[in-house]
């Protein structure tokens, strides 16, 4: 969360806490426990059904720094994409920063591909 599209919010830890209380019947919550109970993954995910199409937006997905590369993320998105398959969905969709080149390389990893470019205008 950024309104700059540069750097995060000082309390970003709050607003995301908060945004997971305003989950509704539209989006889901993935979490991703260690064996001792911590929290080691989460991800948020919307369901949009339209008239003509169908999809899911990976709103969110964050992966404890020391999980990285362990198979995780992948097992995440994997049930993601089950899910959105049993939902009847046509695509899954997310948003990446520009820069931010090792998610990149991990949803290319997983079959996803730079179909759009998104622009924004800050109206602050």
């Known amino acids: ?18 945004d997971l209380r305003a989950l509704d019947d539209d ?3 993935l979490v991703a426990r260690a064996p001792d ?8 995910v919307e369901w949009t059904v339209g008239r003509r199409v169908r999809f899911a937006t990976l709103a969110d997905l964050t992966i404890e720094p020391a999980q990285r590369s ?3 993320g992948a097992q995440m998105v994997a ?5 959105a398959r049993h939902r009847g969905m046509q695509w899954i ?3 990446s920063g520009k820069d931010n080149r090792r998610a990149h390389a991990f949803f290319e990893r997983h079959a996803f591909h730079e179909i759009s470019h998104v622009f924004g205008k800050a109206l602050t």
């Open 1 to 18: 969360m950024s309104d700059d599209g540069a750097d995060w919010h000082h309390d970003l830890d709050a607003r995301f806490v908060e």
């Open 27 to 29: 989006s889901s919550l």
């Open 37 to 44: 109970g911590g929290l080691v993954g989460a991800a948020i």
């Open 70 to 72: 362990s198979g995780l």
């Open 79 to 83: 049930e993601i994409e089950r899910e």
């Open 93 to 95: 969709f997310l948003e």
